[in-house]
């Protein structure tokens, strides 16, 4: 997937002088350049909500009488 944001811009550090490259958001949720910070706070989120347990899924089907 190409990423199709119009531009970006280099950070420096001005203590180390560490460089990073950081390229405007396309917003498109598909992609991994700038949903991936999204995605993990999602996941983590989720993950704080489970309990830590095996989890099985049922499903039911009771007849309408």
């Given amino acids: 997937m190409s990423h199709r944001a119009p531009g970006g811009h280099i950070d420096t550090c001005d203590a180390c002088?560490?460089?990073?490259?950081?390229?405007?958001?396309?917003?498109?949720?598909?992609?991994?350049q700038c949903q991936t910070?999204?995605?993990?706070?999602?996941i983590a989120a989720r993950r704080r909500e489970v309990l830590p347990v095996p989890y099985f899924h049922l499903v039911f089907t009771c007849r309408t009488i």
Wanted: charged residues 25%; proline residues 5%.
């Fill in 37 to 42: 910070r999204a995605k993990e706070a999602w």
């Fill in 17 to 32: 002088g560490t460089t990073r490259h950081a390229y405007h958001s396309c917003r498109n949720r598909h992609c991994p």
